[in-house]
């Protein structure tokens, strides 16, 4: 059986649309009211995960964290690594907190993670939050 140029062609396709985007394009920047260390924390939290250092990124998301806890960009990246780490509950329990913690950030309620592990059908209005049911 002869293979022709059309299947590879195909296959480059596939496989280019099903990789995850560019992990530098993905994460969020410390706010201009961030505690210092906090925004400290996220500026090399970012540039671990451009490296794809996850868990060096990830301690320093939890650093700004610990800093900061309402800092919903922290806890946006962090998900983001528990999601390249394939940790689905904890990724979906940080995406709910940075989207609870920021109702009005577009970026992040319209993140196609969040809404892979959320229940999202809509953006919030005023002070609606998105909540995780009781784990049964």
């Known amino acids: 059986m002869k293979v022709g140029p059309w299947v590879v062609v195909m296959a480059i396709i596939v496989t280019a649309c099903a990789s995850r985007p560019a992990a530098s394009e993905r994460t969020l920047a410390a706010p201009s009211g961030a505690v210092p260390a906090a925004a400290s924390a996220m500026q090399e939290g970012n540039r671990q995960f451009s490296a794809r250092q996850w868990e060096a990124a990830k301690a320093q998301y939890q650093e700004a964290i610990k800093v900061q806890p309402t800092l ?28 609870n913690l920021a109702p009005g950030n577009k970026v992040i309620w319209d993140a196609p993670p969040l809404r892979r592990h959320g229940d999202v059908d809509a953006h919030p209005k005023g002070g609606d939050t998105i909540f995780m049911p009781a784990v049964r």
């Open 72 to 99: 919903a960009e922290a806890h946006y990246n962090l998900a983001l690594v528990y999601d390249m780490l394939r940790d689905d509950a904890t990724a979906k329990r940080h995406f709910i907190e940075a989207a």
